[in-house]
């Protein structure tokens, strides 16, 4: 079956412009996480969706980012206006189960590049 | 809070060499550990998890990690390498209560295995 796929896989952006980018969980998945990873550095828990509820939003780094799940299937993560600092890979988790024991499978990320 | 430390960011072993790259955590609670494996231009793929029990997990490739909660380490171990271990290896910790789900990161140590 497919994995968690993501897109777009690369975004340049200019900086104050609004971007959208979209997670595809695997079928069946309850819970849906994004991560945010810099240039070398690991990846950092931005959110956790379980099916359409965001429970947890503490990673988000300003107002200016908001998730969405609203059909607790696909997700889509937004930017507005955009600054260089976010500049980073996205990564877009889902797992079976709802508790943290249940494994996290990845998708590829997204690159985003604020010119 | 939560962290979690790799003490080396980069690993070059010769095939067939065995290698052990270092993970230590803090915590002021009981914790969840794992190791994710990322293979170029693939995403994050779990390769083994301590949640309780034995501290010696095993993945189905030779790896092994053991749990040592004395000296909060999860260090992770492989007798004899192959080019196909070339990867970065990332460390992670959850929580095992609540926000369990939340997993935080190391910087991540790249394996490169030369012939």
């Known amino acids: 079956g497919a994995g968690v796929s993501q897109s777009p896989r690369y975004k340049v952006a200019k900086r104050g412009q609004d971007v959208a980018l979209r997670c595809d969980p695997i079928?069946?998945?309850?819970?849906l996480f994004w991560y945010q990873q810099a240039l070398g550095q690991g990846p950092e828990f931005l959110t956790y969706?379980?099916?359409?509820?965001?429970?947890?939003k503490s990673g988000l780094p300003s107002d200016r980012f908001f998730a969405e799940r609203p059909e607790g299937s696909v997700s889509t993560l937004k930017i507005q206006r955009t600054q260089q600092e976010d500049s980073a890979v996205y990564l877009c988790?889902?797992?079976?189960?709802?508790?943290?024991?249940?494994?996290?499978?990845f998708g590829p990320g997204t690159r985003l590049t604020v010119l | 809070a939560q962290s979690v430390t790799q003490l080396d960011s980069q690993v070059p072993v010769f095939e067939e060499a065995p290698v052990e790259l270092r993970c230590n955590y803090s915590?002021?609670?009981?914790?969840?550990l794992f190791w994710y494996v990322q293979y170029p231009n693939q995403g994050l793929q779990l390769l083994l998890k301590y949640l309780s029990g034995s501290t010696l997990v095993e993945s189905i490739n030779g790896f092994e990690a053991e749990f040592n909660k004395s000296q909060t380490s999860f260090h992770l171990r492989k007798p004899s390498v192959h080019i196909s271990d070339t990867a970065e290896y990332f460390c992670a910790v959850s929580h095992s209560g609540g926000s369990n789900y939340k997993l935080t990161f190391g910087k991540g140590t790249l394996l490169t295995v030369n012939p």
């Open positions: 988790a889902s797992s079976l189960g709802l508790a943290g024991i249940s494994e996290q499978f």
């Open positions: 079928s069946g998945h309850v819970s």
């Open positions: 969706f379980q099916n359409e509820a965001q429970l947890d």
């Open positions: 915590s002021s609670v009981s914790v969840y």
